[in-house]
């Protein structure tokens, strides 16, 4: 088992920043993948970004060029940095550990921290 702990959330106005944080603890060597997720009131949940355990980052259109997503060298956390905040930024924010066993995936989430940018 994985477990996931996030930090680092707020409140903020348009235009400024906020650096997440994800520390992971258990059977940290099995994760293949941590990435965040972040759900707003009303919408589903969406894939923000990710990074593999080799450094490989992908992130979704709309956090390009502004978001930044890191791991440590022991890859036992994972930090999200996020510059140049919009209103629609708002939403709840899921760390995620993604471990692949075969043709099987395993999904652990942390509780989640928000982050509110007022306009």
């Known amino acids: 088992q994985v477990q996931l702990v996030e930090s680092g959330g707020g409140l903020v106005q348009t235009g400024g920043s906020l650096r997440l944080s994800c520390a992971a603890s258990?059977?940290?060597?099995?994760?293949?993948?941590m990435g965040w997720y972040r759900q707003a009131p009303g919408k589903q949940r969406e894939l923000v970004a990710t990074?593999?355990?080799?450094?490989?980052?992908s992130y979704t259109d709309s956090v390009k060029g502004r978001f930044t997503i890191s791991t440590d060298n022991a890859n036992n956390h994972v930090y999200l940095q996020m510059n140049s905040l919009k209103p629609e930024d708002t939403a709840v924010y899921y760390c995620?550990?993604?471990?692949?066993?075969?043709?099987?995936?395993?999904?652990?989430w942390g509780q989640g921290t928000q982050v509110t940018v007022s306009s």
């Open positions: 258990g059977r940290v060597f099995t994760i293949n993948a």
């Open positions: 990074i593999t355990r080799a450094g490989s980052t």
């Open positions: 995620n550990a993604v471990r692949f066993y075969g043709v099987d995936r395993y999904d652990y």
